[in-house]
């Protein structure tokens, strides 16, 4: 986790089998950084607003519930 205070992030969630990390900023202070292939490193977006699935079940599946947040808009 102290790879994460490198890059002035946050983590905003954490599963045993996985965690998701927010950095904010620039295009030019975040490029996908070279981190070693150990990692794991899945996934990188760079977006506004977003939601994300949390870890996975007991199974190793992606969790998979649907949730109604109605109209949700950018803050």
Not at 11 to 28: C, F, N, Q, Y
Not at 42 to 55: C, D, H, L, W, Y
Not at 59 to 75: E, I, L, M, T, Y
């Amino acid at each position: 986790m102290q790879i994460v205070h490198i890059f002035r992030a946050n983590i905003v969630d954490v599963a045993a089998d996985s965690l998701i990390v927010e950095v904010i900023g620039t295009r030019d202070k975040y490029r996908r950084p070279r981190l070693p292939k150990s990692f794991g490193v899945v996934e990188v977006m760079r977006t506004g607003t977003i939601a994300m699935n949390r870890g996975a079940d007991s199974r190793g599946r992606r969790q998979s519930s649907k949730v109604d947040w109605g109209v949700a808009s950018s803050v």
